[in-house]
T-cell receptor, first 116, second 111 residues
């Protein structure tokens, strides 16, 4: 059984460029989460999806960040006009659902983003 | 606002020592509380959780009790092993829409 996968594993980009980060959740998991972990910091919750819907986008750091999920499966986190402060590890997680006995999150290996 | 504060690391212990990693939270209502662990070279994984006051989560010899009166969820283990060396994250879920993680505490266990 495959776990959560993310691609690319590493991304180096120049300031001002757009980047797309991809997450493939565990098959059958309806909930999907995006986090950011900056150097020496804890995990910063960005957004979650239940199915294809993201009920609350207020955790996204700025309007340069957007996320979508299609077909209840793959999700893409897009950062437009990247800035150096966007450099971090971006983690994706999925869970079977949101209720108490379904909410255990399974994390992917992360995408390490470096903005030069 | 809602938040989680956990003790800074690194914490270095000898094998078989007693472990406590402190975690306190700020939240309204009745949040769910979690401990996640990240072993070297691996992804984050759930260690234990608790959903209401006085609940005790336990797994792999680790325990944490949801204390609403002190707003705490301290992680404990009676006898640590070298294989417990990892980074431990306390987390809070106040509602479906938000998760808050602490900054992580690195544990080093020496033989």
């Amino acid at each position: 059984g495959a776990g959560v996968s993310q691609s690319p594993s590493n991304k180096v980009t120049e300031k001002g460029k757009d980047v797309e980060l991809r997450c493939d959740p565990i098959s059958g998991h309806t909930a999907l989460y995006w986090y950011r972990q900056s150097l020496g910091q804890g995990l910063e919750f960005l957004i979650y999806f239940q199915g294809n819907s993201a009920p609350d986008k207020s955790g996204l750091p700025s309007d340069r960040f957007s996320a979508e999920r299609t077909g209840g499966s793959v999700s893409t986190l897009t950062i437009q006009r990247t800035q150096q402060e966007d450099s971090a590890v971006y983690l994706c997680a999925s869970s079977f659902g949101l209720l108490w006995d379904q909410e255990t999150q399974y994390f992917g290996p992360g995408t390490r983003l470096l903005v030069l | 606002g809602d938040s989680v504060t956990q003790m800074e690391g690194p914490v270095t212990l000898s094998e078989e020592a007693f472990l406590t990693i402190n975690c306190t939270y700020t939240a309204t209502g009745y949040p769910s509380l979690f401990w996640y662990v990240q072993y070297p070279g691996e992804g984050l994984q759930l260690l234990l959780k608790a959903t209401k006051a006085d609940d005790k989560g336990s797994n792999k010899g680790f325990e944490a009790t949801y204390r609403k009166e002190t707003t705490s969820f301290h992680l404990e283990k009676g006898s640590v092993q070298v294989s417990d060396s990892a980074v431990y994250f306390c987390a809070l879920r106040p509602n479906f829409n938000k998760f808050y993680f602490g900054s992580g505490t690195k544990l080093n266990v020496k033989p």
